[in-house]
């Protein structure tokens, strides 16, 4: 095999043979002919071989070899790679068959003309009904609202949901009846015949427990019965510490669904009290930890109140501790009082739109108060509550401890009472006897007074800051008192004049009870805590008794005698 | 029925006795057409504003044609297929009875003109 670096360079030559061999040339030097020398003409550079010459001989030798053996010159691999395309997926799929259905009709000129004439008296006697229906005021005080009947051919979804949930509600009233059925049972019949063996004391039975799930944070500040509806009450919600959330909710519960409130308003604040009006048992007066007081209308749909003291000029500048709705006004609009940390006693009237409120007086400075200073430390007034029988009577416990009789009639407070060493929480005058009222305070005394006398009738000491106490709806000498320990404590004077019948831990300890209520028709009574629980309690029988000389006589004689008694007991022991 | 009856008779009458009642009868045939040419719609199951369309489309369509039920329909098809989709039916008329098979929520059957029904449907 030749070497592939080895160059070669062949010369090929092209010879004229009959022209080159007998060419002369005259030299002039020699003065002859001499022959002239074999030069080529042309010279070009080829690859062609003669066969027969040396070379060529040798060359076609090793083609006949090469042929057998691939090299490197007769062989190129090529290669190439088509485009893969990547797979994809294709799918289909048909529109279903629409639905079909049947319909069958005879048009007949009768048909058509009785049909007219059927929409003709409809027509009319609905513009009749119109004008009726516009007419009714107020109106009934249902829970659910009417549904208008609509004559409409298309679909009645809509309709079906809003029908729906009224039957959902009362379905879901049976459930709870059939969950709590033990209970309910108890409230109904359940009387602790243990009690005759205690003697005097009594205990009371925890019934329903009230917890919505939003609101584990938020403590109970205040609660009220409906007079009307006697199964529902009002909570409200709401946290009076800087520190804690800034928010508030109103919930409605009847213990016919404790799982979950029946109404629901969240407040952009805490709701520092609740007062449901007597007859018009739909509106409800808020308090609010930030001074303003709303007016909720449990008929109206929606999450907003109906009045708002927001915009309002006379509105409080510090928080609204308590509301208590009053009479009717002159031209018979609703009017309620609030009393708050801005030391003023403010009564708001429900106007067409909007509130009006009117200052009724001004809470005297607590006494360390310098002269100048007065109208920028204010007294905080802290309760509230109008005598039953004089609606125009009220009193305002203080922060100062200190209980001021007024009248709506006067701008000057008719009496003070030095009442507690600290705070007062709460005061109320007793439902049936006219002179007396109870105070409880943060000194961890309740006190009951008569209204001509300057110091307390009774004081009882309970161990603990006394958050609530409230008298019970049918005896004018049984009450209740709330402590922060978690305790109820119920009295009853006509019995006992120097202990509780009933200290009952009815929470853990570490959580403080903050409100109390009876309610107004049976013997049970709610308690709130800090945490957003309310707990129902039925109180067993010898807390309700009533003393023997009462058997035809009302209450309220009972109580006087009582008093009267106590009076002449204190005198003596003076 | 006896109130019809009695329509027809008066405007019987009326056609006959013109000059001797100065056409109380073809008032009342008139009272009774105008106070009762309002579109009524006696059975539907179409949604609101399909509806309001369609029963306006065959307002218009029977009063432009109101002597050629044919052309009425036609017209009425013609846009219902345009508007709503391919094949619906339609049939105008003062007495006829039908039973028809239709696409859910695609039926309107109502009462125009104090006499005339018509009946539009789909199904493909």
Known sequence: MSNLSEKTVVLRRARLNAATSSLMRFSFKECCFKPVADEPDIEIEGSLVHKDSEEGQILCAEKEVGRKSKTLFSCITTATQTTINPPREVACQTESQPLLVNYSATANQWEIYDFYQEELQKRTSSTKKDEKENEIAEGAEGVHGNLSLLRDFTDKSDHDLAMLSTAAKLLEYAVNENINGDIIADFKHFEDEADEFRGDKGTLLPLWEFQYNKVKSLPVSALCWNKKYNDLFAVGLGSHKFTELECGMLLFYTWRNNNHPEFLFNTDSGVMCVDIHEQKSHLVAVGLFNGNVCVYNLMAKGDQPIYNSMASSGKHSGTVWQVKWWEDDLYGNHTFFSVSADGRVVSWTLGKYELFSTNIIKLPPMDKVPDDLNNVIVTAGLTLDFHKQKPYHFLVGTEAGKIHKGSTHYTRFIKTYEAHFRMVSCVRWNPFNPKVFITCGMDWRVNIWDETTDSPVFTFDLKSSVMDVAWAPYSSTVFAAVTADGKVHVFDLSINRFEALCQQRVVSTKRHLTCIEFNPVHPIIIVGNDRGLVISLKLSPNLRKNPKEEKGKEPSTGAEVEIAKMEKLLILMR | ?124
Not at chain 2, 83 to 90: E, I, L
Not at chain 2, 95 to 104: D, I, S
Not at chain 2, 108 to 124: E, R, T
């Open chain 2, 1 to 124: 029925m006896t109130t019809l009856t009695e329509e027809r008779v008066c405007i019987n009458r009326d056609r006959t006795e013109r000059m001797a009642e100065t056409g109380d009868g073809k008032k009342e045939d008139a009272d009774y057409k105008r106070l009762q040419s309002f579109p009524l719609i006696r059975h539907t199951d179409m949604p609101e504003e399909m509806r309001v369309e369609t029963m306006e489309l065959c307002v218009t369509a029977c009063e432009k044609f109101a002597s050629n039920n044919e052309s009425a329909a036609k017209m009425i098809k013609e846009s219902m297929d345009k508007k709503f989709g391919s094949s619906w039916h339609v049939v105008i008329g003062e007495g006829f009875g039908f039973e028809v098979t239709h696409e859910v929520r695609n039926l309107l059957y109502m009462f125009f003109g104090g006499s005339l029904a018509v009946c539009v449907w789909k199904c493909s």
